[in-house]
């Protein structure tokens, strides 16, 4: 029987591997079926050629479901024959070791720490000082950008510094995948294996990439049992929590949960205007004003890679120019990449929000009077009108009695230091923040 006149053969086949894809997924195409290529499409026998590694394997796994997607190409019975490529040796190739390239400047004296990481870098440092014994697995989640990556680093520096001989690996998802792949394709699974089942800590980023990877994922699911059951350390980044990662199989989900899962949230401007001297400290940027730092953590809050990257445009913008970096220079930068946003709110209303839910008049929470029934309501309302607002520290200051933005900042530390150990008092916080946010809202409330 021969194949239909209107029947092209590459043609023919370019829709077969697209029938193949949508039948089999796109992580099981790539492994096995996209090494493929067609030798001859002659009748109604289809030849394809494979790596010698895989030919058999494929054949007999993939031989029914080869044949069915070519009848629903063709529409007719063609039988599928699959050879090795001439000329290559069929021997096993060691696939390469991945390299741990941890990151040095990913230390944890460089991190740092505020009220939206504060666990996840006490969890991390646990387990770098007591690998297996004190949570395991690590789960640290949060979206892009906070700070995930930079304590995993330093968990591996960590050990790999004071762990003596403790073998430390570290790797990616994505890179764990193709490294699987390539073991699967030259037959060398085993020391594939060794490469991840004799780490004494394991750190995985990015799991969330193991998703929709049939066969990765159960190796990887293996891979987890092994370290986990004979008490080794496990720590995994990802961008959202276990039990969102819907595409990944429930038993994995389950072992994720099974330690300790902790967040990392975007940093308050304390922590932003933290991060920004550290930086331009370990680089040397010359600073003609503080107060630059203070304005770019004013402008850009989602999280620290943007923050760092908007510091590195203003420095680079001042090498360009030769200008000296001031308030102006960043003003100029930031306008383009951050414009300033009008703000819903007022300090005026803050203001009387506040003092109406301590019972104090707003000429108390301006005045000189230090009184703790004033001292603490007044430092609320400071520290409120730099997180609800985008005006500059001295504008605050100066609604609240003339104050100095130094005094700003102290008022907004001694509130981010009283919420993150008294839980009382950072529910009250938010509820406050609530209301106040709500009575601008119409929509709502």
Sequence with gaps: MELPEHVEPVSAWRAIRAELRRALGDSTYEIWIAPLEVKAFEGAMLLLTAPPATRAWTAKRFGRILESAAKAVVGMDVQVAVEGTPGQAQQSIVPPEPLNSLNPRYSFEQFIIGDGNRLAHAASLAVAELPGQAYNPLFLHAPPGLGKTHLLHAIGNYVTAFGGTTRVRYTTAEAF?????????????????????????????????????????????????????????????????????????????????????????????HTRVAILRKRALLDGIPLADQSVLEAIAARVTDNVRSLEGALIRVVAYHSL??????????????????PQRPSALSIGKIQAAVAEHYDLAVSELVSANRAARI?????????????????PLQTIGDAFGGRNHATVLHACKRVSDRIACDQEAGTELEELKAEISCSEDDRTC
């Excluded at 030769?322 to 960043?330: E, F, K, N, S, Y």
């Design 177 to 269: 995948t193709n490294h699987f792949i390539r073991a699967l394709g030259s037959r060398s699974l085993e020391p594939f294996k060794r490469t991840y089942r004799d780490a004494d800590v394991l750190l995985i980023d990015d799991v969330q990439f193991l998703a929709s990877k049939a066969r990765t994922e159960e190796e990887f699911f293996h891979t987890f049992n092994a370290l986990y059951e004979s008490g080794r350390q496990l720590v995994l980044t990802c961008d959202r929590l276990p039990s969102s990662l819907v595409s990944i199989e429930e038993r994995l989900r389950e072992r994720f949960e099974a330690g300790l899962v902790a967040d990392l949230r975007p940093p308050d401007f």
């Design 375 to 391: 001292a603490w309501p007044r430092q609320v309302a400071i520290y409120l009108s730099r997180e609800l607002t985008t005006v």
């Design 321 to 338: 120019t030769g200008r000296p970096i001031d308030l102006v220079l960043a003003a100029t930068v930031l306008d383009t990449m951050y």
